[in-house]
């Protein structure tokens, strides 16, 4: 009887900023895919500027970089704010068995 008290306690645990963190995460993932997939096509491969007349596409190793580096920043934002979230919910209910 007492371990189904429990367990209700726990599912009427306030999640509602674990739940917005996680919103965040995702979103912050998605915009950080767009934003690479962006970069790929625009700061990667670019004009050479030696003629104007001739569309002449050469590569950039700075801006693949810099490509690389937004997605990993992004995955690591991304990471991060999932293990904090998790970690919040398993306090809240480590706290709520108490």
């Given amino acids: 009887m007492e371990n189904q008290e429990k367990v209700q306690d726990v599912k009427k645990l306030n999640l509602s900023a674990e739940n917005t963190l996680k919103v965040i995460a995702i979103i912050v993932l998605i915009g950080g895919i767009i934003s690479t997939i962006i970069c790929l096509f625009t700061i990667v491969v670019v004009d ?31 990471a991060s704010l999932i293990v904090l979230s998790n970690i919040s919910v398993s306090l809240k209910e480590i706290n709520s068995k108490k």
């Fill in 48 to 78: 050479s500027g030696k003629y104007h007349y001739i569309d002449d596409k050469v590569f950039n190793p700075a801006g693949l970089a810099t490509t690389i580096g937004v997605l990993l920043i992004s995955l690591t934002i991304w």
